[in-house]
């Protein structure tokens, strides 16, 4: 099964607050057999539990506590008395089966058999003792054994040996699959205030200020100088003026342009070559349906490096007083 502490109790005991997992000395006999058993997963799984179970052992209660929320879960060491099977002709104390329902029935303080087996089950309704199973969920995937693995990896070699093609496996990330949606949040914010607007525009516009042009009327200075033309001061004080225009307006839609940056998403997306080709000239292609489009098919697609930018001031000309 999952780890204790990842199952989901309430599902099997709706509105219980705490459940106690009586430990068995039945059960700690056969974790010994399991700790050094050839099968590594079940061996490390042994090995695990019976470290959780000494840990118990270790407290004054010989509890401990394995999560808090939304049930209080306790892994708990039985201290019941030894068994008198006298009391329970029915029970054969040479059957495993038997031992853990007879665990039972001696705890008292109706306490309930827990077991994947069918047999502690049974038996146990028998002696009108409640017994439950795992739901489906709860338990890991089936194991493969030493041979399947063996073969499967047989399998995997020769495919990867005869193959002349590259293996190209691609998928999403964190790609929600039950709903088939990559959701986004898009954030609303709200237009800055006149005030602010005309503070952060004055601090641009102090950082970048109009430059005192002048014009010379000796032609001849003009086009041996350098200087500039009365027509072309006042081609800068056009642009420095609608510069001043661009500024404030990026300040009052500035908001928009927040909304426009949080509009984008990234999905991360894999591609695996799982063979010894060389997938050479792969290419990867997305297309996209809907009301949305990919930033990489569209001409005035920016990042975000460029939606904040301010506009630019117009350049300074040289000029000659």
């Known amino acids: 099964m999952r780890d204790l502490k990842d199952i989901p109790w309430n599902d099997l005991f709706p509105g219980v607050q705490t459940v106690d997992l009586m430990i068995a000395p039945r059960v700690i006999e056969e974790l010994d057999k399991h700790k050094a058993g050839t099968n590594q997963r079940r061996r490390d799984r042994a090995r695990a539990a019976l470290q959780l179970i000494d840990k118990a052992s270790l407290t004054p209660d010989f509890a401990l506590v394995l999560k808090s929320n939304p049930v209080r879960l306790r892994l708990v060491i039985s201290t019941a008395d030894r068994?008198?099977?006298s009391a329970y002709p029915s029970l054969d104390p040479a059957k495993p089966d038997d031992q853990l329902v007879a665990e039972a029935l001696s705890f008292g303080n109706d306490a309930c058999v827990f077991s994947h087996?069918?047999?502690?089950?049974?038996?146990?309704?028998?002696?009108?003792i409640s017994s439950y199973t795992p739901l489906p969920d709860w338990l890991l995937p089936v194991e493969k054994t030493d041979d399947q693995r063996k073969i499967t990896k047989l399998e995997q070699d020769l495919k990867h040996a005869l193959s002349r093609f590259p293996s190209i496996e691609a998928g999403f990330k964190e790609f929600d699959a039950s709903d088939s949606q990559v959701k986004l949040i898009m954030p609303i914010v709200p237009q800055l205030d006149p005030a602010t607007v005309d503070r952060l525009?004055?601090?641009?516009?102090?950082?970048?200020?109009?430059?005192?042009?002048?014009?010379?009327?000796?032609?001849?200075?003009?086009?041996?100088?350098?200087?500039?033309?009365?027509?072309?001061?006042?081609?800068?004080?056009?642009?420095?003026?609608?510069?001043?225009?661009?500024?404030?307006?990026?300040?009052?839609?500035?908001?928009?342009?927040?909304?426009?940056?949080?509009?984008?998403?990234?999905?991360?997306?894999?591609?695996?070559?799982?063979?010894?080709?060389?997938?050479?000239?792969?290419?990867?292609?997305?297309?996209?349906?809907?009301?949305?489009?990919?930033?990489?098919?569209?001409?005035?697609?920016?990042?975000?490096?460029?939606?904040?930018?301010?506009?630019?001031?117009?350049?300074?000309?040289?000029?000659?007083?």
Not at 117 to 123: H, K, L, M, Y
Not at 261 to 282: C, F, H, P
């Open 83 to 85: 068994l008198n099977w």
């Open 117 to 128: 087996d069918t047999g502690p089950r049974i038996r146990a309704r028998m002696m009108s």
């Open 201 to 321: 525009t004055r601090h641009v516009l102090t950082e970048n200020p109009r430059s005192s042009v002048a014009h010379t009327r000796d032609s001849i200075i003009l086009q041996i100088g350098g200087g500039i033309s009365e027509r072309q001061i006042q081609q800068y004080q056009n642009d420095y003026a609608s510069y001043e225009t661009q500024v404030r307006h990026y300040y009052e839609h500035l908001h928009e342009r927040v909304m426009r940056a949080g509009s984008a998403i990234s999905v991360d997306y894999y591609i695996i070559n799982d063979s010894g080709v060389s997938a050479d000239g792969l290419r990867v292609e997305f297309y996209l349906n809907g009301n949305g489009y990919l930033l990489s098919d569209r001409d005035e697609a920016i990042g975000s490096d460029t939606i904040f930018k301010l506009p630019k001031p117009p350049p300074k000309t040289a000029c000659i007083f």
